[in-house]
């Protein structure tokens, strides 16, 4: 089975940081990796998919970047609005693989 | 507008059974393998398991196989969840997901999710 390690596990930053989320895999899963946001209280909601194409009505200070184990979420300026937990999960093979998620506070 | 709406959750005792239902509607539910996935309270996201759109496969987390079952009723547009066995480490919010593909696992459409709790 596929393993997701995501990093870091929280993070704080000011309004109008940039913020990078890592995500690794076990073993190559190529671009089969999509990134989520989820609120308190929310389903996920998916932000990017194939690794780095944002999902249609995403903000475009989502991005994602990476292939093969090795890969990046970025947001390019934090808003007020983008406090939230953020998965990756894999879908190279079942059984399918979320990272340990993401937490997002402001500074 | 796609709408999954799950219901079936609730208190149960370790040991017994419960039945999750996810109703779709908006799309042609028929042409979608459909999904289960699960967070435990306070803890992040744990695929459960996945249907084939006319239900000829089926997969199971190694978690929950032997003891949970997913089909699918097209007639009904309407997921379900079969769970017996149940042990305390299945509390969790169940939530249906439907991918953007046919047999795809990129989830663009999720329940609001359903609570159960399994507790004596």
Redesign the interface.
């Known amino acids: 089975d596929i393993q997701m390690t995501q990093s870091p596990s929280s993070l704080s930053a000011s309004v109008g940081d940039r913020v990078t989320i890592t995500c690794q895999a076990s073993q190559d899963i190529s671009h089969y990796l999509n990134w989520y946001q989820q609120k308190p209280g929310k389903a996920p909601k998916l932000l990017i998919y194939d690794a780095s194409n944002l999902e249609t009505g995403v903000p475009s200070r989502f991005s994602g970047s990476g292939s093969g184990t090795d890969f990046t979420f970025t947001i390019s300026s934090l808003q007020p609005e983008d406090i939230a937990t953020y998965y990756c999960q894999q879908y190279a093979n079942l059984p399918l693989a979320f990272g340990g998620g993401t937490k997002v506070e402001i500074k | 507008q796609v709408q999954l709406v799950e219901s079936g959750g609730g208190v149960v005792q370790p040991g017994r059974s419960r039945r999750l239902s996810c109703a779709a509607s908006g799309f042609t539910f028929s042409s979608y393998g459909m ?1 289960w996935v699960r967070q435990a309270p306070g803890k ?4 459960v398991a ?1 249907i084939w759109y006319d239900g000829s496969k089926k ?1 199971y ?2 978690s929950v196989k032997g003891r949970f079952t997913i089909s699918r009723d097209n007639s009904k547009n309407t997921l379900y969840l079969q769970m017996d066995s149940l042990r305390a480490e299945d509390t969790a919010v169940y ?1 249906c997901a439907r991918p ?1 593909t046919r047999d ?5 459409y ?4 359903t609570l159960v709790t399994v507790s004596s």
């Open positions: 999904q992040g996201l744990e695929w996945v997969y987390a190694d939530y953007t795809g696992s990129v989830f663009d999720w329940g609001q999710g």
